[in-house]
């Protein structure tokens, strides 16, 4: 299915996004397919997949902060979070998961801290949004939608006192 373009007034629920998402994957899903979610939106996805699908191995998180391209221009990001692979990613397929692409900088830092843990047998990105407007050759290969905004706009994942994912809409000047 190919998520046509939305209005960013129209946030979708994050949640029936999971589970259209892990329809998605589901047919693609090898017995031995991990997840890993990039902290922290997509480690909030990958954890909702990984019960969706019923896997059963762990699913990897991973902070990017220290891979980015800009870690000099920007400086560490005050939240880093520890990254946790706890499976030998040597000969594995991954699933990089992840709330919005947007630039494709985020992705490309996490496939390069995920190839300090070895040579997987494939990666493949799944993402709740695409907001387009890529600086790199990064592709999502499973996505739910597809969202156009300003460049003063970004979408923002949270997990409210629910526990239900929630999106909403942050506007920056």
């Known amino acids: 299915m190919t998520a046509q373009p939305t209005p960013a007034s129209e946030l979708p629920d994050a949640n029936a996004q999971c589970i259209e998402l892990a329809a998605l994957i589901r047919p693609r899903l090898r017995p031995d ?37 800009d870690y000099g221009e920007k400086g560490l990001h005050p939240r880093v979070k520890p990254t946790s692979i706890p499976f030998d990613v040597e ?11 947007y630039t494709g900088r985020t992705t490309r830092a996490a496939i390069n801290e995920l190839f300090d843990y070895g040579r997987p047998a494939s990666i493949q990105l799944a993402v709740l949004a695409d907001r387009g407007q890529r600086q790199l050759p990064i592709c999502a290969d499973f996505c739910t939608w597809r969202v156009d905004l300003e460049p003063s706009q970004e979408l923002e994942l949270s997990v409210p006192a629910s526990g239900q994912l929630q999106w909403s809409l942050a506007e920056h000047a």
Not at 47 to 60: A, K, S, T, V, Y
């Open 33 to 69: 397919t991990v997840l890993v979610g990039i902290h922290s939106g997509g480690v909030w996805v990958a954890r909702r997949l990984r019960e969706l699908l019923q896997l059963r191995n762990e699913i990897g998180l991973i902070d990017v902060s220290f891979y980015r391209d």
């Open 91 to 101: 000969g594995r397929p991954l699933i990089l998961v992840d709330d919005v692409l």
